[in-house]
């Protein structure tokens, strides 16, 4: 027999076999690359650099921890990620209520494909593209402060500030949440729903009663992206936010592209990875890794 | 009744915001003027001509689309390997795999990028092409992966079983039943992973040496206030690059739907 064909019936008989067989690859990449990649940060964080040579050193020390503790504005930094991350994710559930609804509840089949591309379509043109329209939008002499002057209004100074970054990031992430959670509302069973209203509710109670609670892990599913990606972004505070509207992120860059400090810029990174671990364990426990 | 007008109102609003800034810095392309300004004042066309013969742009153009071509290339295999062996797996493993997969999406990317460079650092490797690649082919593969396990969902086990009782061995049946029924999704996949990829900024700064990527060319001008009519045609550009593969791919998860009713 062929020694291939022996391996293959060999495989195709013991089940777990051919699995494993499949997983080799996959599965040696990620524990390889990506796995082994998060676990080199982690020990980086402990070292140090030479600050004569820039070469790395290896060892045990809590000193980019403590530097971190010490300085009030690493601190400032992280509060103001989290906060506007935060705040992201509730403006983008706000208004990616309507627009899921409609796209599931109200709209015949071609409007609602219409719907899907028109939140594909945003998705999925380019990052850069879009967070550089907003900076051409929000300039001082930008369309947005045109069309103020144009109705009669003064002009708004938001261009470059923290405002910018909310705008900004709310547009970004916004098809991530309008997706799971027009996909939780489908499931909704269309029975539960006149079950409600035979009942004698209106259509706002059902609503607050029957869709929001039922809709939640698609909610949370969203969530997981529009915090994260708010979390880990860098370009963005540079390109639309001002003075001092460092995030984390940017901190992060410039210690490895600019003074090439890496374990400092992992023991920081660090903290991201705490938040995200504590935000997938309670996601995870509403259910939003079936609504992803 | 009126709340549903209410609703529609919304959905109007939410559209214009999601399309205005799309369509603002796609007119900002056909601009005369060598500073942004608005209103746009005249029409010009040559700003294309003049990026075109840009040998920067050309040569981030080109890293680009290799990096996008390989990354693509091997998150379909590792994608396709993965949904399969998930596919034949009890709940509480098949938990820990789709979820690892998913991680370099779900978590931030400045985690990402930090990780690779600490990694790279750690292992003494020269960032180069390669970098670049690994990182991408990373966070490409659940794309491939989400696409291939969602119709290995709706295939009926029974065909591959016929398959073996017709005496074909795993390679054969894998070349000549299973890879036929999950050859659009793939194709789906790998057009958005190429998208992902190709407009990528985040995780490649960390990963990229001294190359520029398109988008890493696009993120210097900007902050650097240069070249900015080339940027508004590059940006132009590459919004036709990723949104022509997603319309593609959205048309194959379409037809291969049709096809299934």
Redesign the interface.
């Given at each position: 027999m062929h020694p291939?064909?022996a391996w293959?019936?060999f495989?195709?008989r013991r089940?777990w076999a051919?699995?494993g067989a499949?997983?080799a690859?996959?599965g040696a990449?990620?524990a390889g690359?990506?796995?082994?990649?998060?676990g080199?940060?982690f020990?980086?964080s402990f070292w140090s650099v030479d600050p004569l040579s820039g070469t790395?050193i290896p060892g045990f020390s809590l000193g980019n921890f403590q530097a971190l503790l010490s300085d009030p504005i690493y601190t400032k930094i992280a509060l103001r990620t989290v906060g506007i991350a935060a705040s992201v994710t509730v403006t983008d559930i706000l208004?990616a209520w309507?627009?899921a609804?409609?796209m599931v509840r109200?709209a015949g089949p071609r409007l609602r494909a219409v719907?899907m591309?028109?939140?594909?379509?945003?998705l999925?043109?380019?990052?850069?593209?879009?967070v550089?329209?907003?900076?051409?939008?929000l300039a001082h002499?930008?369309?947005l402060n045109?069309a103020l002057i144009e109705i009669g209004l003064p002009r708004l100074h938001i261009g470059y500030s923290n405002w910018a970054m909310w705008i900004v990031f709310s547009?970004l992430w916004?098809?991530f949440m309008i997706l799971p959670i027009a996909a939780s509302v489908e499931r909704i069973a269309p029975s539960l729903l006149e079950a409600s209203s035979d009942l004698g509710e209106t259509?706002?109670r059902t609503f607050r009663r029957v869709v929001l609670p039922l809709a939640l892990p698609g909610m949370v599913a969203g969530a997981?992206?529009t915090f994260?990606?708010t979390?880990?972004?860098?370009?963005t505070p540079?390109?639309v936010g001002g003075e001092g509207s460092d995030f984390?992120?940017n901190v992060?860059?410039s210690n490895?592209?600019v003074t090439n400090n890496?374990p400092f810029?992992?023991a920081y990174?660090v903290l991201?990875?705490g938040v995200?671990a504590g935000f997938?364990l309670i996601a995870r426990r509403l259910g939003a890794?079936d609504a992803? | 009744m009126r709340s549903e007008s209410l609703i529609w109102l919304a959905v109007g609003a939410v559209l214009v915001f999601l399309f205005a800034p799309v369509v603002i810095v796609i007119l900002y392309a056909f601009s005369a003027a060598p500073i942004p300004a608005w209103p746009i004042a005249g029409f010009a066309l040559h700003w294309f001509r003049d990026t075109w013969n840009d040998d920067q742009v050309r040569a981030a153009l080109l890293l680009s689309l290799e990096v996008a071509v390989m990354a693509t290339a091997m998150a379909m295999v590792l994608g396709t390997l993965a949904a399969m062996a998930v596919a034949r797996m009890q709940s509480a493993t098949k938990e820990v795999v789709s979820f690892v997969v998913l991680l370099p999406i779900a978590l931030p990317g400045i985690l990402t990028g930090m990780a690779l460079a600490a990694y790279f650092a750690y292992l003494n490797v020269n960032l180069s092409y390669w970098t670049i690649v690994a990182g991408h082919a990373t966070f490409c593969v659940v794309i491939v992966y989400n696409n291939v396990i969602a119709r290995l969902r709706r295939l009926p086990r029974s065909l591959v079983e016929a398959s073996a009782d017709l005496g074909a061995d795993a390679f054969h049946t894998f070349r000549r039943v299973q890879l036929p029924m999950m050859a659009s999704s793939i194709g789906a996949g790998a057009l958005l992973a190429f998208a992902l990829s190709f407009d990528e900024v985040i995780v490649t700064t960390f990963t990229a040496g001294a190359q520029n990527t398109l988008p890493l060319w696009i993120f210097g001008a900007i902050r650097l206030g240069q070249q900015l009519p080339e940027v508004n045609v590059v940006v132009f550009a590459v919004i036709l690059f990723t949104v022509v593969p997603v319309m593609l791919s959205q048309k194959l998860i379409g037809d291969a739907g049709r096809a299934a009713r």
């Amino acid at each position: 027999m062929h020694p291939l064909k022996a391996w293959s019936s060999f495989v195709w008989r013991r089940g777990w076999a051919a699995t494993g067989a499949l997983l080799a690859l996959p599965g040696a990449w990620f524990a390889g690359l990506y796995l082994a990649a998060i676990g080199a940060m982690f020990v980086t964080s402990f070292w140090s650099v030479d600050p004569l040579s820039g070469t790395l050193i290896p060892g045990f020390s809590l000193g980019n921890f403590q530097a971190l503790l010490s300085d009030p504005i690493y601190t400032k930094i992280a509060l103001r990620t989290v906060g506007i991350a935060a705040s992201v994710t509730v403006t983008d559930i706000l208004l990616a209520w309507p627009v899921a609804y409609a796209m599931v509840r109200l709209a015949g089949p071609r409007l609602r494909a219409v719907l899907m591309a028109a939140v594909m379509v945003p998705l999925w043109s380019s990052y850069l593209a879009r967070v550089y329209a907003w900076r051409l939008i929000l300039a001082h002499n930008g369309v947005l402060n045109w069309a103020l002057i144009e109705i009669g209004l003064p002009r708004l100074h938001i261009g470059y500030s923290n405002w910018a970054m909310w705008i900004v990031f709310s547009y970004l992430w916004l098809p991530f949440m309008i997706l799971p959670i027009a996909a939780s509302v489908e499931r909704i069973a269309p029975s539960l729903l006149e079950a409600s209203s035979d009942l004698g509710e209106t259509g706002l109670r059902t609503f607050r009663r029957v869709v929001l609670p039922l809709a939640l892990p698609g909610m949370v599913a969203g969530a997981i992206f529009t915090f994260s990606l708010t979390l880990g972004d860098y370009v963005t505070p540079m390109l639309v936010g001002g003075e001092g509207s460092d995030f984390i992120g940017n901190v992060v860059y410039s210690n490895v592209g600019v003074t090439n400090n890496i374990p400092f810029a992992a023991a920081y990174a660090v903290l991201p990875l705490g938040v995200m671990a504590g935000f997938l364990l309670i996601a995870r426990r509403l259910g939003a890794f079936d609504a992803l | 009744m009126r709340s549903e007008s209410l609703i529609w109102l919304a959905v109007g609003a939410v559209l214009v915001f999601l399309f205005a800034p799309v369509v603002i810095v796609i007119l900002y392309a056909f601009s005369a003027a060598p500073i942004p300004a608005w209103p746009i004042a005249g029409f010009a066309l040559h700003w294309f001509r003049d990026t075109w013969n840009d040998d920067q742009v050309r040569a981030a153009l080109l890293l680009s689309l290799e990096v996008a071509v390989m990354a693509t290339a091997m998150a379909m295999v590792l994608g396709t390997l993965a949904a399969m062996a998930v596919a034949r797996m009890q709940s509480a493993t098949k938990e820990v795999v789709s979820f690892v997969v998913l991680l370099p999406i779900a978590l931030p990317g400045i985690l990402t990028g930090m990780a690779l460079a600490a990694y790279f650092a750690y292992l003494n490797v020269n960032l180069s092409y390669w970098t670049i690649v690994a990182g991408h082919a990373t966070f490409c593969v659940v794309i491939v992966y989400n696409n291939v396990i969602a119709r290995l969902r709706r295939l009926p086990r029974s065909l591959v079983e016929a398959s073996a009782d017709l005496g074909a061995d795993a390679f054969h049946t894998f070349r000549r039943v299973q890879l036929p029924m999950m050859a659009s999704s793939i194709g789906a996949g790998a057009l958005l992973a190429f998208a992902l990829s190709f407009d990528e900024v985040i995780v490649t700064t960390f990963t990229a040496g001294a190359q520029n990527t398109l988008p890493l060319w696009i993120f210097g001008a900007i902050r650097l206030g240069q070249q900015l009519p080339e940027v508004n045609v590059v940006v132009f550009a590459v919004i036709l690059f990723t949104v022509v593969p997603v319309m593609l791919s959205q048309k194959l998860i379409g037809d291969a739907g049709r096809a299934a009713r």
